[in-house]
C-alpha cells in the first residue's frame, strides 16, 4: 500500500537544471529501494538511478551518470533527483518507483519489473 508522488516537473532551456521531488507514503528511516525512471518518446522505460534508504548507496545508467544525482530526505520521506546540464533529449515523463526490500542495498537495479510502486509521473520538457 506504498504510495510515492512526483513533482517539479516543468520545461527549460538546453543546459539548464531541474530537481524533481518523489514524497512517500511510508518513512524513509528503514531499507527500502526506491528509483527514478523516464519514458521519452520512441524509446523504452528506462531506469536511470537507484538509492538503498539505509545507507544511501546509489547507482545510475550510464545514460545520465555525473549529470543526475539521487538523494534523500529522510526527515520528510522524499526522493530527489537533481538533473543538470538537461539536454533535449532529456524530454519525457519521469517516474519514481519503489520497493518493500533492500534488494538495491549493494548494487544497481534499474528494471521496471524490479519495482512494485509507481507514482503517476511528471513531465519535463528541454528544448534547445
Known amino acids: 500500500q506504498a504510495r510515492v508522488m512526483e513533482s517539479g516537473g516543468g520545461s527549460v532551456l538546453a543546459g539548464g537544471n531541474l530537481r524533481l521531488a518523489c514524497h512517500a507514503s511510508?518513512?524513509?528511516?528503514?531499507?527500502?529501494?526506491l528509483a527514478w525512471f523516464r519514458q521519452v518518446p520512441g524509446k523504452e522505460r528506462e531506469g536511470l538511478g537507484s538509492i538503498y534508504s539505509g545507507t544511501g548507496f546509489a547507482t545510475y545508467a550510464d545514460s545520465v551518470k555525473g549529470r543526475f544525482t539521487l538523494s534523500l530526505d529522510k526527515n520528510k520521506n522524499t526522493l530527489y533527483l537533481q538533473m543538470d546540464r538537461l539536454e533535449p533529449a532529456d524530454t519525457g515523463v519521469y517516474y519514481c518507483a519503489t520497493r518493500g526490500d533492500s534488494a538495491c542495498l549493494q548494487g544497481s537495479l534499474l528494471n521496471t519489473n524490479d519495482y512494485w510502486y509507481w507514482g503517476r509521473g511528471t513531465q519535463v520538457t528541454v528544448s534547445s
Open positions: 511510508y518513512s524513509f528511516h528503514g531499507g527500502y529501494c
